[in-house]
């Protein structure tokens, strides 16, 4: 049984740093990701990581910002959110999947965690 669990949410004022953690268990994944859903908007992806090359892709609203990563070991994804801005309010969620064919499909993902509030005050 697959499970994501996300942990590291909270609240924090713009400028500020946040690191979310994804537990992974029950599978192998070709692709693991990081999305988010503000309050009255789409799902968007925010960053993936491709876990045999450990290549890695983000969306603009973030490149620069925010970091993914992958501890092979314990198979934590993580994302390391820097000078947070009001807009990056939303419920970020954890996804992974094992088929490439999906991972190259747009909200392809298979495998959801519960999702962790992240909140950016001005």
């Known amino acids: 049984q697959v499970r994501l669990v996300e942990s590291g949410g909270g609240s924090v004022q713009a400028g500020g740093s946040l690191r979310l953690s994804c537990a992974a268990s029950?599978?192998?994944?070709?692709?693991m990701g990081w999305f988010r859903q503000a309050p009255g908007k789409e799902r968007e992806e925010v960053a993936r990581i491709y876990t045999s090359t450990q290549s890695t892709i983000y969306a603009g609203s973030v490149r620069g910002r925010f970091s993914i990563s992958q501890d092979k070991t314990t198979n934590t994804l993580s994302l390391q959110m820097n000078s947070l801005k009001p807009e990056d309010t939303a419920m970020y969620y954890c996804?992974?999947?094992?088929?490439?064919?999906?991972?190259?499909?747009?909200?392809?993902?298979?495998?959801w965690g519960q999702g962790t509030q992240v909140t950016v005050s001005s």
């Open positions: 996804a992974a999947e094992a088929s490439p064919y999906k991972c190259g499909q747009v909200l392809g993902f298979n495998y």
């Open positions: 029950g599978s192998s994944f070709y692709c």
